[in-house]
């Protein structure tokens, strides 16, 4: 399985809404579950939760470059919905969410004209500076968030709407299999505190480590962000039960709340030690 195979209609709405980007200069960038979805297929593991949904993040330097693209996507085959970032594809009714950010954004924020809606991007241009270049066959390329990439928006989208709990689903579906995705890796750094982990949950703590020296590395450079996400782990570890290890509780993720904020303190010295 591949991630062409599970979702045979994503290449002919990736080349439109890329063919009209390339024309703009516009780097595309796929994120959100489908980006998820994208690693955990080339590694051969079939995503526990399914979206027929697409989101792509656009670099811009402005709002006229956005309207433009969006005028030529709704010339080939698109059209608006309420949302002002959302477009649908009639061929496939594929519902595409356009996230323009870089230049044009304000502070973590982008601002629509239509319908005067403000939308959060933070965290996109740091996760997205060093994008994993995946094939999705041999004559197309897709520029996806990189797995810890995809923890760090998760965890901001969650923290910033925590109605939005699909947010914490993605986070353990990437938790529970990082460890088989990457163990070679694991292997070459080895944590300090390694002789701290289970035999029994030895695949799932090792993977939270390394999500977190992942982590680290990506937000090495930007300061500011990387102490945000280091605000949002700590509060769970801190917390007698905070939202996301209730959440995780409840679901029957794990066993108990203990062990769902061990995992999370793992991340943390992930972090540090990278």
Request: aromatic share 12%.
């Given at each position: 399985?591949?991630?062409?195979?599970?979702?045979?209609?994503?290449?002919?709405?990736?080349?439109?809404v890329d063919d009209s980007c390339k024309k703009l200069n516009a780097p595309l960038y796929l994120i959100g579950a489908q980006a998820r979805h994208f690693h955990l297929a080339e590694q051969g593991i079939k995503p526990g939760r399914g979206t027929g949904d697409i989101d792509f993040a656009i670099m811009l330097p402005d709002m006229d470059f956005y309207e433009e693209l969006?005028?030529?996507?709704?010339k080939n085959g698109f059209r608006k919905v309420t949302e002002p970032y959302r477009i649908i594809y009639n061929a496939t009714n594929t519902v595409v969410d356009l996230l323009p950010f870089g230049e044009v954004e304000e502070k973590g924020t982008v601002?629509?004209?239509d319908r005067k809606t403000e939308l959060?991007?933070?965290?996109?241009?740091?996760?997205?500076?060093?994008?994993?270049?995946?094939?999705?066959?041999e004559e197309t390329t897709v520029q996806v968030t990189p797995l810890e990439?995809?923890?760090?928006?998760?965890?901001?989208?969650?923290d910033e709407k925590p109605e939005r709990t699909k947010d914490l689903d993605d986070i353990h579906d990437i938790l529970i299999h990082y460890f088989e995705m990457n163990d070679n890796r694991f292997y070459e750094i080895l944590p300090d505190c390694m002789d701290e982990f289970s035999e029994t949950h030895f695949t799932l703590e090792a993977g939270a480590w390394l999500a977190g020296y992942d982590i680290g590395r990506l937000l090495a450079e930007y300061d500011s962000l990387k102490k945000y996400i280091v605000s949002i782990l700590e509060n769970e570890v801190n917390q007698e039960a905070g939202k996301i290890s209730r959440y995780f509780y409840n679901k029957a993720y794990f066993e108990d709340i203990e062990t769902i904020k061990y995992i999370f303190s793992l991340i943390l010295k992930g972090i540090q030690q990278s």
């Open positions: 399985m591949n991630f062409k195979e599970l979702t045979p209609w994503f290449k002919e709405v990736f080349n439109l969006l005028h030529s996507l709704l601002k629509f004209t959060s991007v933070v965290g996109l241009k740091e996760v997205l500076n060093e994008p994993s270049q995946m094939k999705l066959d990439g995809i923890i760090i928006l998760k965890l901001i989208s969650f």
